[in-house]
């Protein structure tokens, strides 16, 4: 499978094929590159919306082409097969499907713990299931954002995810802080530019005494950079304070090691890149040196209880070692569902690190033909292919709404972001070549009539 | 539909009729009052399991006598119907789902607020859906738990569900108290004995100065008891203290007036009485006078943000009015829809109040028929029919394991919570007159042979 970054790694050679019938920006090039995809069956795997009746230049009713990912990924074919079988269950077993058949219910968020922590690079006690995104990032704040006298301030980037910010200053107020003073925030270099990981683990560096926590997104959600975790999570322990990621752009896009990079905790959706439907449960990290201890607090309840006697109803608290014993409620049966179906395929196609050869190569491409048939648009994410995952963030030369609407009567779906920026996130399990290649093709020429 | 009450409340009459062949305790009369049950056609609705080929008094294959409605309610036929409404969406639009066709996505939790604010009793604008029911008990801690120097105390009831007990003790621990301390628990005036609301409202009258929060259950998960919540209210009230009810034993089973009765906030969760699945999504409830205050802290998220700029991507947080101001994340559409389903059910019945005279009198049958055909049975829920739901709380004269495991066995689903007692709890919804009828004929039946 390592055919396809080196057939695009050699883009000088392609490139001076030029623009001729089989060049790099070809359809037939795209589909030659599409034939020896390794992953390309799991397209199948997905349900595609079809493009409507109003398009011109792409065939009505042909699949969209979809770059979304990053927002509510596809829904897999077998998440209709898997939430069946849990509403039989339900239908045949009622209460007692909690404890009967196959996969009983009282331990549904087992089936999904292997997959995913196998997606985060965590051991399963590292990883747990439940509640949501935001939510999760305020319960992992109860035993991680722990303010003293004199450290108490949180780090941030500038511009992260506004549930995050209203997150971060909500907490700080709870414990009695102005966020104005409180709240660190890493600024890019110039308005607008990128944020540099060297400028957040600078700034800890120069800061870190007065920080209590570090929260940072490990893809940003803007402009789609992948930051340098280790290097953040190293200097911000160097500096005494504990670390969380928010990982709900960068899980199942790009590799993660979260055992071996160390942060304290993490936190992500699974509706993005894991395709498990809108609003659907969250996933979280702790890592395993807090697996036991003792000393810190948290918001119980009955879930996060030892497994052994969980339904003595016994009232003295005793968590289970590990994330699972943050857990608060019975898990919610369908959503696991879904999201098993799911995972695992991301286990079948061989994992995070497998499918990152295609999302580079495949990224890498769109890089290429946009730099080649659109001028003018700047792609804001970095250039460097170890500080991005798939999502390229774009300014056009143009009217962005406009081009916006063309696009999307094409069946073209991508998303903009207040105030000028678009994005587009080829995913390696169900994007191909071939939708980037028309993809850039109607991208230039719709730029070129809204000119 | 005032004819079922009728034709119990004259229980003595009919008692009078004995045990012959149309006596109360007969196959016959509870097929006549099931005829005239104005629900009956709800039944149909749900997805009832069936009784195993080992049941040699009962009819393999015929609908089991479920009353689990308390622990997971069955599946309404419609759920699937609803599920694949929204599974079509996500095949058909992808991330367009969000604001595209019928009932988009990103105003998903308002397809079930009415019908949820009526069942609790609530304006709209007090109630919303989220979470699960123990991380929304801590969500709602963060406003109405503030503890103050002489004030800083929780009072709970003795043997409050145990997942509340461990919640309430995080919270006081969190905030540096000792549980030991800091947690009143109101007891029952003897061992095992009901807790009587009017010790709780004693309770909170003589302590009330200590007391920043009362969290009680509106319906008692182990007894079935109904607390006499608007007392516990306005005592609290008087003294001072904040109030949070966990309904999750008392929504869709007993007429609530929260509005009205005025606790500070109360939480629920949906698989029980109302039938949403396991493990399915939370309600909450926060009182309108609370619904525009700023100086109550919260764990704050994009969610909670006014609907208006909430895609602005703009940092400062503006919380909704009201209830809907505490969510956090982008609520889960599957566990949505199939709340709606279960919902419309109860708007088309009438309502809890209208479905509560039905329940009134299929309890008072089960109470009834268990006092004539059961000796030495004992019932700890209150025979006083305003202090308790549908469940009744039964301890019997012989080894309940040995009798469960018969029951079920014969298709028979109840509950057994440690140590020692058996809960049965009829819904008006889909439980017959003749469910119960067997019931305790079956049951009767059972314990002398085991005796
Ligand atoms: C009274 C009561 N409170 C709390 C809970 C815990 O519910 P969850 O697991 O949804 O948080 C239950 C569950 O049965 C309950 O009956
Ligand atoms: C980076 C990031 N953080 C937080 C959130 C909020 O997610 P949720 O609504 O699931 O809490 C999102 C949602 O898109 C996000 O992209």
Redesign the pocket.
């Known amino acids: 499978s390592s055919l396809l970054p080196d057939l695009l790694g050699d883009t000088k050679a392609i490139d001076a094929a030029g623009n001729s019938e089989n060049g790099i920006s070809s359809k037939e090039f795209a589909m030659e590159v599409d034939q020896k995809d390794p992953f390309r069956k799991y397209r199948d795997e997905f349900e595609f919306p079809e493009t409507g009746e109003e398009a011109t230049i792409r065939e009505p009713k042909s699949r969209t082409l979809y770059f979304c990912g990053n927002s509510l990924g596809l829904q897999p074919k077998r998440a209709r097969e898997y939430l069946n079988e849990e509403l039989d269950k339900w239908a045949t077993y009622g209460v007692e499907g909690h404890f009967k058949t196959v996969r009983p219910w009282v331990t549904v968020d087992e089936t999904v713990k292997d997959q995913m922590a196998a997606v985060v690079g965590a051991k399963p006690l590292e990883v747990t299931v439940m509640n949501s995104l935001t939510a999760n990032l305020h319960l992992m704040m109860v035993p991680f954002y722990r303010p003293e006298k004199s450290r108490f301030k949180i780090l941030i980037e500038e511009k992260a995810f506004p549930s995050d910010y209203q997150a971060v200053c909500s907490q700080l107020q709870f414990h009695g802080y102005d966020p104005e003073e409180a709240l660190i925030k890493v600024q890019p270099r110039e308005d607008g530019a990128l944020i540099l990981s060297e400028d957040i683990v600078d700034a800890i560096e120069r800061r870190g005494d007065e920080i209590a926590l570090v929260l940072i997104g490990g893809v940003q959600y803007y402009t789609g950079q992948f930051f340098d975790i280790p290097s953040i999570v190293q200097m911000a322990h160097n500096k005494g304070c504990n670390v969380g990621i928010d990982l709900a752009h960068a899980v199942g896009n790009v590799p993660l090691e979260l055992h071996d990079w160390g942060p304290d905790f993490a936190c992500w959706c699974t509706y993005k890149y894991l395709n498990s439907g809108p609003g659907s449960i969250g996933g979280c990290f702790v890592h395993e040196k807090h697996a036991n201890r003792t000393d810190l607090p948290r918001f119980a309840?009955?879930?996060g209880h030892q497994k052994d006697d969980r339904f003595k109803m016994e009232h003295k608290f005793v968590p289970s070692p590990g994330a699972a014993g943050y857990q608060?409620?019975?898990p919610p049966v369908l959503e696991c569902a879904v999201l098993r179906a799911s995972l695992n395929l991301f286990i079948e196609a061989g994992g995070v690190p497998a499918l990152r050869e295609k999302s580079l190569a495949l990224t890498s491409y769109l890089e290429l033909l946009l730099s080649m048939k659109v001028p003018g648009i700047q792609i804001v994410t970095p250039a460097e292919r170890h500080y991005r995952g798939c999502q390229l963030s774009l300014r056009l030369p143009v009217n962005i709404k406009k081009v916006y609407e063309t696009l999307q009567n094409e069946g073209i779906i991508v998303d903009t972001r207040e105030p000028d920026t678009m994005r587009v996130a080829p995913c390696p399990l169900y994007n191909s070549f071939s939708d980037v290649q028309q993809f850039v093709e109607i991208l230039a020429q719709v730029i070129s009539n809204v000119k």
Do not use: E, M, P, Q
């Open positions: 309840g009955w879930w608060l409620s019975n």
